[in-house]
């Protein structure tokens, strides 16, 4: 199988809110990284709409199907590219910081809600999701969805390599001093479990918060491909399914595993 050249858009989206200038530069990034022959592009968390919104973010949410899923599966089509963004998401009376899926056809096939919600911000703006494991298959490769923060649970990523996952697309806005995220953590788990892990920050100032940048595409071996700075870029890079089973074969964790002694685990051991 061939490698899938995949693309990663480090950068706010613009202006914070501002969902037309997002699809814009959405619009400018799919066709540069097409014509870099990548097929997948992967942008950061919360990219159509910013991140710190505060209480302008409930109106910035979208029902499922809403005007711009369907764009941006217009933009995936145009430039025949699968593209992996975020924004808030409104079912009911519920939000979410949901992660999608549209496919280089146009269609838009998979979304996944994040699960682990990190600080007072987020607790107070979402409804944390509840399915673990979210996948596509783009070119033969199964991919995953994570955002941000469910990447630094060892169990939320083990799960998608225990289902097939190939490479784990994560839609990310890691924020400073928090840097030894992106560094070490990510190409941690990208080698424990054997698979490749595109990691798409935002980056610079946005409201009080002030994002750390360091995009990452990692292979299953733990060797970082491609690495952003702390500004705007766009990453392209290769990755392979050869590498991921060599990695699985020279360091085997997932046949090596033995459930039997993890089951006791399960049980929350905070009141012992």
């Known amino acids: 199988m061939a490698p899938l ?7 706010p989206a613009g202006v914070p809110a501002d969902i037309e200038q997002s699809l814009g530069v959405l ?16 942008t950061s968390e919360l990219f159509l709409t910013g991140y710190a919104l505060g209480e302008r973010l409930a109106a910035r949410a979208e029902a499922a199907g809403g005007a711009a899923e369907r764009r941006v599966a217009e933009i ?3 430039h025949r590219i699968g593209i992996v963004y975020g924004m808030p998401e409104r079912d009911g009376r519920a939000v979410f910081n949901t992660a999608r899926f549209a496919g280089p056809d146009g269609e ?49 990523v083990r799960a998608h390599a225990l289902a097939g996952t190939e490479l784990l697309a994560v839609p990310t806005a890691l924020m400073r ?3 030894f995220v992106a560094r070490t953590l990510v190409p941690a788990r990208a080698y424990e479990n054997g698979l490749h892990i595109a990691y798409a920050n935002r980056c610079g100032p946005e409201g009080d918060q002030h994002f750390a940048g360091l995009s990452c595409l990692v292979g299953p071996d733990g060797v970082v491909r491609a690495r952003a700075g702390h500004g705007a870029e766009l990453l392209v890079a290769d990755a392979d399914p050869a590498v991921r089973a060599a990695a699985r074969a020279e360091t085997p964790y997932l046949t090596d595993r033995r459930p039997e002694l993890y089951r006791s685990l399960h049980r929350d051991r905070s009141s012992d």
């Open 5 to 11: 050249r995949t693309a990663l858009l480090q950068g």
């Open 27 to 42: 619009d400018g990034a799919a066709g540069r990284a097409a014509g870099q022959g990548a097929r997948l592009l992967v």
């Open 76 to 78: 995936a089509a145009r």
């Open 108 to 156: 838009p096939t998979v979304a996944y809600r994040k699960a682990h919600l990190f600080g007072p911000y987020e607790r107070g703006a979402f409804t944390p999701g509840a399915e673990p494991v979210v996948q596509a298959e783009l070119d033969g490769v199964r991919i995953g969805l994570l955002i941000c923060y469910d990447v630094e649970f060892p169990e939320a």
């Open 177 to 179: 001093p928090y840097e």
